[in-house]
């Protein structure tokens, strides 16, 4: 039985083909969904967030009702705690709009520190 063909690992300029999400050297380089700062206090916050949001930002501008289900950081914090917890930078977003702003826009945002 044939395998699946490798592709390409997801962190930004990798040329390494994977069976999995990231390459065997991004694996063992990315910290823990807790070490970054989402751990059960975030997710308490994230609910309290989404009950009070619960509305998709971008879809509602374009006059589409589509339930929000991520809390999506603005500026990306990449790592800034006082980003991460800074309420006026977070939005409500559906997985979709999620998606296509974390891969068009947030990819090529540089870290800030």
Same mark, same amino acid.
């Given at each position: 039985?044939?395998?699946?063909?490798?592709?390409?690992?997801?962190?930004?300029? @990798?040329?390494? /083909?994977?069976?999995?999400?990231?390459?065997?050297?991004?694996?063992?380089?990315?910290? !823990?969904?807790?070490?970054?700062? $989402?751990? !059960?206090?975030? +997710?308490?916050?994230?609910?309290?967030? /989404?009950?009070?949001?619960?509305? @998709?930002?971008? @879809?509602?501008?374009?006059?589409?009702?589509?339930?929000?289900?991520?809390?999506?950081?603005?500026?990306?914090? +990449?790592?800034?705690?006082? /980003?991460?917890?800074?309420?006026?930078?977070?939005?409500?977003? @559906?997985? +979709?709009?999620?998606?296509?702003?974390?891969?068009?826009?947030? +990819?090529?945002?540089? $870290?800030?520190?």
């Amino acid at each position: 039985m044939p395998k699946k063909p490798k592709k390409p690992c997801k962190h930004p300029g @990798c040329p390494n /083909l994977t069976d999995k999400r990231y390459c065997k050297i991004h694996t063992e380089n990315r910290p !823990s969904a807790a070490a970054r700062g $989402y751990d !059960s206090r975030w +997710r308490k916050v994230r609910a309290r967030f /989404l009950k009070a949001n619960p509305l @998709c930002v971008k @879809c509602n501008e374009d006059g589409i009702l589509v339930n929000a289900t991520v809390v999506d950081h603005i500026v990306p914090h +990449r790592g800034n705690r006082q /980003l991460l917890w800074d309420e006026g930078n977070w939005q409500a977003l @559906c997985k +979709r709009c999620h998606d296509r702003k974390t891969m068009t826009k947030d +990819r090529y945002q540089r $870290y800030q520190y």
